[in-house]
């Protein structure tokens, strides 16, 4: 469903992201971790046409984001670390409105059903302004299901978030994936990563150094089916952290990751075309 091919985002001399190749599937959860700065908002953001790569190529269902980014757009629904809001309206006419654009009516848009699954009936029709933050978080999934995306990204969901928001979001990720749709989160929250998650990417320094099924990984670091995603994270890019050269961490794992899948993005950038400087969570 998406399909990363060499994706390069540079600042100046420095790459956020380097040659990125990966491939997101329908039906599966693809955890993307990483330390501060390894280069994972930046590609989401490349993803989500908010900044335009340097290079490379982002299919979306098939569709070239550069040239196709309606298309592309139209199958993604994106969830971002700090939702924000036209403070003037409410949360219904916020939906009803992003559900016009997509040319859906009130019925299609399933805005009702939404409302309820994310716990914002009652303040439906209160003005956003009002909402506190993990009701804001409750609103962007709420506006980024409404189009019944096929590409569904959250970049690091949780925040704000209290117990049940967070069962809430992890029972979501599940039910999308089961929907056929492909989910990508970003997260520093390695727990809810080992729990929802069918494939875990790993990037350190805009590169991607791991991808696979948890126990692929602890099968490619040579660890215990008992060893934690904390630690085989800390291996993949702190493996001084751990008492071993980075030689000594990174030698078995010798994956490319599967070239072949359906898929695409859209990038627009600055008056320079290339975005301005990004941080990366």
Request: glycine share 10%; charged share 25%.
């Amino acid at each position: 469903m998406l399909e990363l091919v060499r994706l390069t985002k540079r600042y100046g001399r420095t790459a956020a992201v380097d040659g990125l190749d990966l491939v997101a599937r329908p039906g599966e959860v693809l955890a993307l971790l990483g330390p501060n700065g390894a280069g994972k908002t930046t590609a989401i953001r490349c993803v989500t046409g908010l900044i335009r790569p340097s290079g490379g190529r982002i299919l979306i269902g098939g569709h070239d984001v550069e040239r196709e980014p309606i298309a592309a757009k139209t199958l993604t629904g994106f969830v971002p670390d700090r939702a924000w809001f036209y403070p003037k309206v409410t949360a219904r006419e916020l939906l009803r409105y992003l559900a016009s654009v997509r040319g859906l009516s009130v019925a299609e848009s399933h805005m009702d059903a939404l409302l309820a699954r994310f716990r914002l009936t009652r303040s439906a029709d209160s003005l956003t302004e009002t909402f506190s933050h993990g009701m804001r978080q409750r609103l962007a999934f709420c506006a980024a299901l409404i189009g019944r995306p096929r590409l569904f990204i959250a970049d690091e969901p949780m925040v704000g978030l209290d117990v049940q928001g967070h069962r809430d979001v992890r029972l979501l990720f599940r039910e999308l994936a089961a929907d056929g749709l492909a989910v990508i989160l970003t997260t520093h929250t390695l727990a809810v990563a080992e729990e929802v998650a069918d494939r875990i990417a790993v990037i350190d320094r805009g590169k991607l150094v791991a991808l696979g099924t948890l126990t692929e990984l602890r099968s490619m670091l040579n660890r215990s089916e008992e060893t934690s995603l904390e630690e085989l994270f800390l291996l993949l890019t702190e493996p001084e952290a751990v008492g071993l050269e980075t030689s000594d961490a990174l030698a078995p794992v010798p994956y490319a990751p599967d070239a072949k899948a359906d898929a695409g993005s859209d990038g627009h950038g600055g008056p320079d075309g290339h975005g301005g400087a990004a941080s990366d969570a």
